[in-house]
């Protein structure tokens, strides 16, 4: 079992998602935290981005992200390394990127960072907790490279055509809330060596509370655990489609 102490997670997101999972992480004790974001506080955006306020406004995520759970971490007599990067994570470098940790938190809030995000951590062997929300709904999944079910197991590839974005189409803030908590959770879970938390759908809907868990299968014809999908060239990645 990993001291949490010393383990490494890498947060792609200080969104709404990564607020909400950074905090869990932090308040846990995990010992290292980056932050990887490269967008800014949108006021828009306050009330599922829980680390951020009004006067925050226009400023970059990564740093006040890194320097608020920091904080956090220390309140709770924690001390937790957190390292600010301000950047987008790029299909050049994504592999080696997700190789320095040994887990990666992704809240992206567009497809192509989820696929790149996906593929990267599992040809780097790092394990991989995904959420996504948008409206009243989300989902959350956690892979182990090699073992259990991936992202393109259950959405197979980035979406064509105009989608349906937290940007275009808004997201309710507790939804964001609830799905972030459950990656907090599934990454602890991981990080402890709780390899059954993996490969499991988790789906929630706000209006109705439903909360469902679904076991998912690696598929045969997912071309990432078959092992076809070799690097992250940029071409398997559709331009991101949410910019807030
Ligand atoms: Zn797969």
């Known amino acids: ?55 925050d406004a226009g400023q970059p995520k990564a740093p006040l992200a890194a320097r608020r759970l920091q904080a956090l971490a220390a309140e709770v007599g924690h001390e937790v390394e957190v390292v600010a990067r301000e950047m987008r994570v790029l ?55 090699g073992e259990s079910a991936c992202l393109r197991c259950v959405f197979e590839d980035v979406p064509s055509g105009p989608q349906d974005t937290c940007a275009a189409a808004g997201v309710i803030g507790p939804v964001v809330g609830v ?16 390899s059954a938390a993996a490969g499991v759908l988790h789906s929630y809907r706000g209006l109705s509370g439903q909360l469902r868990r679904s076991a998912v299968p690696r598929q045969q014809p ?3 655990c078959r092992g076809d999908i070799e690097d992250t060239d940029v071409s398997r990645y559709l331009p991101p489609d949410c910019a807030a």
């Open 1 to 55: 079992m990993a001291d949490l102490a010393d383990s490494r997670v890498l947060l792609v997101g200080a969104g709404g998602l990564g607020s909400a999972a950074g905090q869990v992480l932090a308040r846990a004790g995990v010992g290292h935290l980056t932050v990887a974001d490269d967008d800014v506080v949108d006021l828009s955006n306050l009330q599922r981005q829980t680390l951020y306020r009004e006067a």
């Open 91 to 145: 299909p050049d470098g994504a592999r080696e990127l997700a190789g320095r940790f040994d887990l990666v938190v992704e809240g992206g809030d567009n497809f192509a960072t989820k696929f790149l995000v996906a593929d990267a951590c599992a040809l780097a062997g790092v394990p991989v907790v995904q959420a996504g929300a948008v409206r009243w709904v989300g989902w959350a999944l956690a892979s182990i490279p």
């Open 179 to 194: 799905l972030g908590a459950i990656q907090g959770a599934l990454a602890l879970s991981l990080l402890v060596g709780r």
């Open 222 to 224: 997912c071309p990432l």
